[in-house]
């Protein structure tokens, strides 16, 4: 399965973008999908992860009440909106795929499919 992450751009404080992430070459069916992040110079961090059914969703405080995750499970995709955007959520944004929820919060580093990033700069 590979992932391809799409959406990122420039953007001005204060605006929105939508990340959209589809899979291919495989089906995720059961799988939970989520998104990381990584800035220059820090170490990546969890942004949000919604469970296959939709029906579970976790947000990292930093963008609770700006950031909603979603997915389309028909076309295999997730989307990332992200509203009010700030400087400090610059960086390049990977999704993710693993059959366990919580191993986005507990063993991110286990994860089963990974994308390849796409940039996302907001400038103040």
């Known amino acids: 399965v590979q992932l391809q992450a799409s959406g990122g751009g420039l953007v001005q404080a204060g605006g929105s973008l939508r990340l959209s992430c589809a899979a291919s070459g495989g089906t995720l069916s059961g799988y939970a999908m989520g998104w990381f992040r990584q800035a220059p110079g820090k170490e990546r961090e969890l942004v949000t992860v919604i469970s296959w059914s939709g029906t579970n969703s976790y947000y990292a405080d930093f963008v609770k009440g700006r950031f909603t995750i979603s997915r389309d499970n028909a076309k295999n995709t997730v989307y990332l909106q992200m509203n009010s955007l700030k400087p400090d959520d610059t960086a390049v944004y990977y999704c993710?795929?693993?059959?366990?929820?919580?191993?986005?919060?507990?063993?991110?580093?286990?994860?089963?499919?990974w994308g390849k990033g796409t940039q996302v700069t907001v400038s103040s």
């Open positions: 993710a795929a693993d059959r366990s929820y919580v191993a986005f919060t507990t063993t991110p580093g286990g994860i089963d499919y």
